[in-house]
Protein backbone atom coordinates (compact mmCIF):
# COMPACT_ATOMS: atom_id res chain seq x y z
CA UNK A 1 0.00 0.00 0.00
CA UNK A 2 1.56 3.22 -0.78
CA UNK A 3 2.07 6.19 1.50
CA UNK A 4 -0.72 8.11 -0.06
CA UNK A 5 -3.29 5.69 0.30
CA UNK A 6 -2.19 4.76 4.09
CA UNK A 7 -2.80 8.64 4.54
CA UNK A 8 -6.05 8.72 3.34
CA UNK A 9 -7.30 5.78 5.27
CA UNK A 10 -5.67 7.08 8.46
CA UNK A 11 -7.56 10.85 7.62
CA UNK A 12 -10.79 9.59 7.08
CA UNK A 13 -10.95 6.94 10.18
CA UNK A 14 -9.85 10.39 12.31
CA UNK A 15 -12.34 12.62 10.29
CA UNK A 16 -15.71 9.94 10.97
CA UNK A 17 -14.48 8.41 14.09
CA UNK A 18 -12.32 11.33 16.53
CA UNK A 19 -13.23 14.56 15.06
CA UNK A 20 -17.06 13.87 16.22
CA UNK A 21 -16.02 12.74 19.45
CA UNK A 22 -13.93 15.60 20.39
CA UNK A 23 -16.50 17.66 18.95
CA UNK A 24 -19.56 16.39 21.60
CA UNK A 25 -17.28 16.66 24.05
CA UNK A 26 -16.05 20.28 23.35
CA UNK A 27 -19.14 21.89 22.45
CA UNK A 28 -20.45 20.00 25.88
CA UNK A 29 -17.18 21.28 28.17
CA UNK A 30 -17.77 24.93 26.74
CA UNK A 31 -21.68 24.71 27.40
CA UNK A 32 -20.67 23.93 31.19
CA UNK A 33 -17.79 26.36 31.27
CA UNK A 34 -20.18 29.24 30.31
CA UNK A 35 -22.95 27.75 33.32
CA UNK A 36 -20.26 27.12 36.00
CA UNK A 37 -18.00 30.82 35.01
CA UNK A 38 -21.71 32.92 35.04
CA UNK A 39 -22.73 31.43 38.48
CA UNK A 40 -23.40 34.45 41.34
CA UNK A 41 -20.14 33.33 43.36
CA UNK A 42 -17.90 33.19 40.17
CA UNK A 43 -18.97 36.96 38.39
CA UNK A 44 -17.36 38.81 41.38
CA UNK A 45 -13.75 37.69 40.79
CA UNK A 46 -12.13 38.79 37.31
CA UNK A 47 -10.11 35.79 36.69
CA UNK A 48 -13.14 34.05 36.20
CA UNK A 49 -14.52 36.49 34.08
CA UNK A 50 -11.64 36.03 31.87
CA UNK A 51 -12.37 32.44 31.78
CA UNK A 52 -16.37 33.05 30.84
CA UNK A 53 -15.49 35.46 28.23
CA UNK A 54 -12.76 32.53 26.45
CA UNK A 55 -15.60 30.07 26.76
CA UNK A 56 -17.52 31.81 23.95
CA UNK A 57 -14.50 31.85 21.52
CA UNK A 58 -13.27 28.46 22.37
CA UNK A 59 -17.16 26.72 21.42
CA UNK A 60 -17.49 28.66 17.95
CA UNK A 61 -13.14 27.25 17.53
CA UNK A 62 -13.84 23.59 18.38
CA UNK A 63 -16.90 24.08 15.84
CA UNK A 64 -15.18 25.70 13.37
CA UNK A 65 -12.47 22.84 13.58
CA UNK A 66 -14.05 20.16 13.63
CA UNK A 67 -17.52 19.68 11.80
CA UNK A 68 -15.54 20.86 8.73
CA UNK A 69 -13.50 17.62 9.39
CA UNK A 70 -16.39 15.15 10.01
CA UNK A 71 -17.88 16.26 7.19
CA UNK A 72 -14.91 15.82 5.14
CA UNK A 73 -15.19 11.81 6.13
CA UNK A 74 -18.53 11.65 3.78
CA UNK A 75 -18.22 14.13 1.43
CA UNK A 76 -15.54 16.08 -0.18
CA UNK A 77 -13.84 18.92 2.02
CA UNK A 78 -15.58 22.30 1.47
CA UNK A 79 -12.61 24.19 2.42
CA UNK A 80 -10.36 22.85 -0.34
CA UNK A 81 -13.29 23.85 -3.14
CA UNK A 82 -15.24 26.87 -1.82
CA UNK A 83 -13.05 30.18 -1.95
CA UNK A 84 -15.72 31.67 0.38
CA UNK A 85 -15.18 29.00 2.63
CA UNK A 86 -11.63 28.73 2.22
CA UNK A 87 -11.31 32.43 3.66
CA UNK A 88 -14.38 32.37 6.47
CA UNK A 89 -12.42 29.46 7.45
CA UNK A 90 -9.06 30.86 7.44
CA UNK A 91 -10.32 34.23 9.01
CA UNK A 92 -12.76 32.87 11.66
CA UNK A 93 -9.97 30.14 12.81
CA UNK A 94 -6.98 32.37 12.99
CA UNK A 95 -9.59 35.52 14.85
CA UNK A 96 -11.14 33.19 17.65
CA UNK A 97 -7.75 31.86 18.06
CA UNK A 98 -6.46 35.14 18.37
CA UNK A 99 -9.25 36.05 20.84
CA UNK A 100 -9.11 32.86 23.31
CA UNK A 101 -5.63 32.84 24.20
CA UNK A 102 -4.95 36.44 24.67
CA UNK A 103 -7.93 36.70 27.48
CA UNK A 104 -6.63 33.24 28.78
CA UNK A 105 -3.07 34.91 28.46
CA UNK A 106 -4.35 38.45 30.68
CA UNK A 107 -6.02 35.81 32.88
CA UNK A 108 -2.14 34.73 33.96
CA UNK A 109 -1.33 38.25 34.05
CA UNK A 110 -4.46 38.79 36.32
CA UNK A 111 -3.70 36.14 39.14
CA UNK A 112 -0.12 36.92 38.70
CA UNK A 113 -1.37 40.51 40.61
CA UNK A 114 -4.21 39.05 42.84
CA UNK A 115 -1.35 36.67 44.47
CA UNK A 116 1.29 40.20 44.31
CA UNK A 117 1.74 41.75 47.95
CA UNK A 118 1.52 45.09 46.04
CA UNK A 119 -1.82 47.16 46.84
CA UNK A 120 -1.58 49.18 43.71
CA UNK A 121 -1.51 45.89 41.29
CA UNK A 122 -4.51 44.26 43.23
CA UNK A 123 -6.91 47.24 42.47
CA UNK A 124 -5.79 46.05 38.99
CA UNK A 125 -7.99 42.52 39.65
CA UNK A 126 -11.50 44.15 39.32
CA UNK A 127 -14.58 42.69 36.88
CA UNK A 128 -15.22 45.90 35.95
CA UNK A 129 -11.49 46.52 33.99
CA UNK A 130 -11.49 42.66 32.83
CA UNK A 131 -14.95 43.41 31.10
CA UNK A 132 -13.25 46.10 29.34
CA UNK A 133 -9.84 44.63 28.58
CA UNK A 134 -11.95 41.52 27.12
CA UNK A 135 -14.01 43.94 24.36
CA UNK A 136 -10.13 45.68 23.40
CA UNK A 137 -9.14 42.09 22.87
CA UNK A 138 -12.20 41.10 20.68
CA UNK A 139 -12.03 44.21 18.38
CA UNK A 140 -8.38 43.68 18.00
CA UNK A 141 -8.99 40.29 17.20
CA UNK A 142 -11.63 41.07 15.00
CA UNK A 143 -9.53 43.60 12.77
CA UNK A 144 -5.85 42.16 12.73
CA UNK A 145 -6.74 38.78 11.22
CA UNK A 146 -8.45 40.31 8.10
CA UNK A 147 -5.99 39.72 5.59
CA UNK A 148 -6.77 36.61 5.38
CA UNK A 149 -9.99 37.06 3.48
CA UNK A 150 -8.15 38.62 0.71
CA UNK A 151 -4.78 36.26 0.27
CA UNK A 152 -6.86 32.61 1.13
CA UNK A 153 -7.85 30.86 -2.44
CA UNK A 154 -8.15 27.89 -3.54
CA UNK A 155 -5.81 26.27 -5.60
CA UNK A 156 -4.25 22.97 -6.76
CA UNK A 157 -7.23 21.63 -4.85
CA UNK A 158 -6.04 22.93 -1.31
CA UNK A 159 -6.99 26.26 0.49
CA UNK A 160 -3.64 27.82 0.68
CA UNK A 161 -2.61 31.34 0.28
CA UNK A 162 -1.99 32.71 -3.34
CA UNK A 163 1.71 34.11 -2.86
CA UNK A 164 4.68 32.96 -1.07
CA UNK A 165 5.16 36.32 0.45
CA UNK A 166 1.94 36.20 1.91
CA UNK A 167 2.52 32.23 3.61
CA UNK A 168 5.12 33.79 5.37
CA UNK A 169 3.76 36.77 6.61
CA UNK A 170 0.75 34.88 8.19
CA UNK A 171 3.05 32.20 9.64
CA UNK A 172 5.11 34.87 11.33
CA UNK A 173 1.60 36.73 12.44
CA UNK A 174 0.53 33.30 13.90
CA UNK A 175 3.97 32.12 15.44
CA UNK A 176 4.64 35.49 17.69
CA UNK A 177 1.18 36.48 18.23
CA UNK A 178 -0.86 33.10 18.93
CA UNK A 179 2.03 31.18 19.66
CA UNK A 180 5.22 32.36 21.15
CA UNK A 181 3.88 35.88 23.29
CA UNK A 182 0.68 34.05 25.24
CA UNK A 183 3.37 30.65 25.88
CA UNK A 184 6.34 33.03 27.26
CA UNK A 185 3.77 35.76 29.34
CA UNK A 186 2.20 32.38 30.86
CA UNK A 187 5.56 30.89 31.70
CA UNK A 188 7.15 34.58 32.94
CA UNK A 189 3.90 35.05 35.07
CA UNK A 190 3.72 30.97 36.29
CA UNK A 191 6.96 31.70 38.00
CA UNK A 192 6.31 35.27 39.75
CA UNK A 193 3.14 34.20 40.79
CA UNK A 194 5.33 31.28 42.56
CA UNK A 195 7.64 33.60 44.04
CA UNK A 196 4.85 35.43 45.63
CA UNK A 197 3.01 32.59 46.84
CA UNK A 198 6.65 32.03 48.32
CA UNK A 199 6.57 35.07 49.74
CA UNK A 200 3.34 34.72 51.53
CA UNK A 201 4.01 31.30 53.18
CA UNK A 202 6.98 32.96 54.74
CA UNK A 203 5.11 36.20 55.91
CA UNK A 204 2.60 33.24 56.91
CA UNK A 205 4.53 30.85 58.32
CA UNK A 206 6.10 34.05 60.78
CA UNK A 207 2.84 35.49 62.02
CA UNK A 208 1.26 32.47 62.80
CA UNK A 209 3.83 30.94 64.22
CA UNK A 210 3.94 34.24 66.89
CA UNK A 211 -0.07 33.83 66.54
CA UNK A 212 0.41 30.00 67.51
CA UNK A 213 -2.39 28.74 64.42
CA UNK A 214 -0.23 26.55 62.70
CA UNK A 215 -3.26 25.17 61.29
CA UNK A 216 -4.99 28.25 59.71
CA UNK A 217 -0.80 28.14 58.07
CA UNK A 218 -1.36 24.72 56.44
CA UNK A 219 -4.47 25.00 55.36
CA UNK A 220 -3.30 28.37 53.21
CA UNK A 221 -0.04 26.61 52.34
CA UNK A 222 -2.63 24.01 50.88
CA UNK A 223 -4.80 26.61 48.83
CA UNK A 224 -1.41 27.88 47.86
CA UNK A 225 -0.56 25.02 46.47
CA UNK A 226 -3.60 23.81 44.71
CA UNK A 227 -3.59 27.63 42.80
CA UNK A 228 0.08 26.70 41.52
CA UNK A 229 -0.74 23.25 40.53
CA UNK A 230 -3.64 24.65 38.81
CA UNK A 231 -1.61 27.02 37.06
CA UNK A 232 1.41 24.66 35.81
CA UNK A 233 -1.15 21.54 34.46
CA UNK A 234 -2.78 24.40 32.34
CA UNK A 235 0.66 26.17 31.09
CA UNK A 236 1.69 22.74 30.59
CA UNK A 237 -1.13 21.60 28.71
CA UNK A 238 -1.15 24.73 26.60
CA UNK A 239 2.33 24.40 25.52
CA UNK A 240 1.55 20.85 24.47
CA UNK A 241 -1.13 21.62 22.28
CA UNK A 242 0.92 24.68 20.84
CA UNK A 243 4.20 23.95 20.10
CA UNK A 244 3.87 21.22 17.46
CA UNK A 245 1.82 23.61 15.34
CA UNK A 246 4.06 26.45 16.16
CA UNK A 247 6.93 24.31 14.39
CA UNK A 248 4.83 23.79 11.47
CA UNK A 249 4.26 27.58 10.99
CA UNK A 250 8.17 27.73 10.77
CA UNK A 251 8.82 25.25 8.53
CA UNK A 252 5.82 26.30 6.19
CA UNK A 253 7.32 29.09 4.65
CA UNK A 254 10.13 27.02 4.00
CA UNK A 255 8.21 24.67 2.31
CA UNK A 256 6.56 26.80 0.70
CA UNK A 257 9.54 27.40 -1.85
CA UNK A 258 10.65 23.82 -2.96
CA UNK A 259 9.97 23.09 -6.09
CA UNK A 260 9.35 19.51 -7.60
CA UNK A 261 7.69 17.72 -4.39
CA UNK A 262 6.53 14.45 -4.44
CA UNK A 263 3.52 13.46 -3.66
CA UNK A 264 4.32 11.10 -1.09
CA UNK A 265 6.20 13.89 0.67
CA UNK A 266 3.20 16.84 -0.38
CA UNK A 267 0.92 14.12 1.32
CA UNK A 268 3.16 13.82 4.55
CA UNK A 269 3.55 17.44 4.67
CA UNK A 270 -0.18 18.25 4.53
CA UNK A 271 -1.17 15.52 6.92
CA UNK A 272 1.20 16.93 9.76
CA UNK A 273 -0.35 19.87 9.20
CA UNK A 274 -3.62 18.74 9.68
CA UNK A 275 -2.83 16.32 12.90
CA UNK A 276 -0.91 19.87 14.55
CA UNK A 277 -4.07 21.42 13.23
CA UNK A 278 -6.27 19.13 15.37
CA UNK A 279 -3.86 19.22 18.33
CA UNK A 280 -4.36 23.02 18.27
CA UNK A 281 -8.02 22.39 19.10
CA UNK A 282 -7.39 19.98 22.23
CA UNK A 283 -6.79 22.35 24.48
CA UNK A 284 -10.46 24.48 23.85
CA UNK A 285 -11.87 21.06 23.35
CA UNK A 286 -10.52 19.91 27.14
CA UNK A 287 -10.47 22.70 29.13
CA UNK A 288 -13.69 22.41 30.99
CA UNK A 289 -12.30 18.78 32.30
CA UNK A 290 -8.92 20.49 33.26
CA UNK A 291 -10.28 22.89 35.51
CA UNK A 292 -12.90 20.56 37.38
CA UNK A 293 -10.22 17.80 37.46
CA UNK A 294 -7.36 20.49 39.23
CA UNK A 295 -9.90 22.84 41.38
CA UNK A 296 -11.77 21.41 44.08
CA UNK A 297 -14.12 24.41 44.54
CA UNK A 298 -15.00 23.89 40.74
CA UNK A 299 -15.67 20.63 41.36
CA UNK A 300 -17.94 21.16 43.91
CA UNK A 301 -20.11 24.14 42.62
CA UNK A 302 -20.14 21.90 39.68
CA UNK A 303 -21.78 18.74 41.75
CA UNK A 304 -24.48 22.25 43.30
CA UNK A 305 -25.12 22.71 39.90
CA UNK A 306 -25.91 18.99 39.12
CA UNK A 307 -27.83 18.81 42.44
CA UNK A 308 -29.92 21.58 42.08
CA UNK A 309 -31.17 21.07 38.36
CA UNK A 310 -32.21 17.63 39.69
CA UNK A 311 -33.53 18.84 43.13
CA UNK A 312 -35.75 21.33 41.44
CA UNK A 313 -36.80 18.40 38.72
CA UNK A 314 -37.64 16.31 41.35
CA UNK A 315 -39.76 18.86 43.14
CA UNK A 316 -41.61 20.07 40.10
CA UNK A 317 -42.61 16.28 39.41
CA UNK A 318 -44.09 16.58 42.92
CA UNK A 319 -45.63 19.64 42.52
CA UNK A 320 -47.33 18.24 39.19
CA UNK A 321 -48.47 14.37 41.19
CA UNK A 322 -49.98 16.84 43.77
CA UNK A 323 -51.79 19.12 41.56
CA UNK A 324 -53.50 15.50 39.69
CA UNK A 325 -54.43 14.49 43.36
CA UNK A 326 -55.93 17.66 43.99
CA UNK A 327 -57.87 17.82 40.45
CA UNK A 328 -59.06 13.66 41.22
CA UNK A 329 -60.01 14.49 44.57
CA UNK A 330 -62.25 17.26 43.45
CA UNK A 331 -63.82 15.70 40.59
CA UNK A 332 -64.34 13.09 43.33
CA UNK A 333 -66.34 15.53 45.38
CA UNK A 334 -68.20 16.72 42.55
CA UNK A 335 -69.57 13.18 41.86
CA UNK A 336 -70.41 12.62 45.37
CA UNK A 337 -72.48 15.83 45.28
CA UNK A 338 -73.95 14.63 41.77
CA UNK A 339 -75.07 11.12 43.18
CA UNK A 340 -76.57 12.94 46.05
CA UNK A 341 -74.88 11.18 48.79
CA UNK A 342 -75.38 13.96 51.51
CA UNK A 343 -75.07 11.23 54.13
CA UNK A 344 -71.16 10.62 53.31
CA UNK A 345 -69.25 12.26 56.32
CA UNK A 346 -67.33 14.80 54.51
CA UNK A 347 -64.73 14.62 57.66
CA UNK A 348 -63.41 11.74 55.98
CA UNK A 349 -62.86 13.51 52.72
CA UNK A 350 -60.82 16.44 54.79
CA UNK A 351 -59.18 13.88 56.69
CA UNK A 352 -57.66 12.69 53.78
CA UNK A 353 -57.16 15.96 52.07
CA UNK A 354 -55.22 16.86 55.22
CA UNK A 355 -53.37 14.09 55.23
CA UNK A 356 -52.14 14.07 51.57
CA UNK A 357 -51.16 17.44 52.34
CA UNK A 358 -49.35 17.18 55.05
CA UNK A 359 -47.87 13.49 53.31
CA UNK A 360 -46.91 16.13 50.50
CA UNK A 361 -45.22 18.68 52.52
CA UNK A 362 -43.31 15.97 54.29
CA UNK A 363 -41.51 14.77 51.27
CA UNK A 364 -40.66 18.62 49.87
CA UNK A 365 -39.71 18.94 53.45
CA UNK A 366 -36.92 15.79 52.95
CA UNK A 367 -36.24 16.95 49.78
CA UNK A 368 -35.15 20.99 50.44
CA UNK A 369 -33.70 19.69 53.58
CA UNK A 370 -30.55 18.41 52.11
CA UNK A 371 -29.90 21.24 49.66
CA UNK A 372 -30.43 23.84 52.76
CA UNK A 373 -27.77 21.81 54.84
CA UNK A 374 -25.54 22.58 51.75
CA UNK A 375 -26.16 25.85 51.51
CA UNK A 376 -22.87 27.78 52.72
CA UNK A 377 -20.87 28.56 50.22
CA UNK A 378 -17.49 26.96 49.52
CA UNK A 379 -14.95 29.17 50.28
CA UNK A 380 -12.75 30.55 47.23
CA UNK A 381 -9.42 30.28 46.81
CA UNK A 382 -7.83 33.77 46.83
CA UNK A 383 -5.97 33.48 44.16
CA UNK A 384 -8.72 33.00 41.21
CA UNK A 385 -8.35 29.38 39.02
CA UNK A 386 -7.60 28.67 35.64
CA UNK A 387 -8.78 27.11 33.06
Not at 93 to 110: E, K, N, P, V
Not at 215 to 225: G, I
Not at 250 to 276: H, Q, V, W
Request: proline residues 4%; charged residues 15%; contains cysteine.
Amino acid sequence: MSVNNTISIIQYNINRYICPILLIFGIIGCLLNILLFSRKRFRTISCCTYFLSASVPMMILVFIGYVPYSYAAYHPNPQNKNHLFCKLRGYMGQSFQLMYRWIMTIACIDRYMVSSTNLYLRKFSNPRIAYSIVIKIMILSIILPLYNLIFLNVGIGWCLYSKAVYAFYHSLFTFILIGFLPIMIMVICTFLIHDNLRLKRIRRRDYYHYQDDHLTSRLLSTRDNQVLLMLFIQVIFYIISTIPWMIVLLYAPYAYNIKNKSIDRLMIEIFIGYLTELNVYLYPTLSFYIYTLTSKTFRRELFTIIYTLLTRRNHSQNEFTSSMMNIRIERGNRLLQLDNFHNFPSTEIDTSLNLFYRHDSLNEYQELKPLNSNLSPTALLSAPHTT
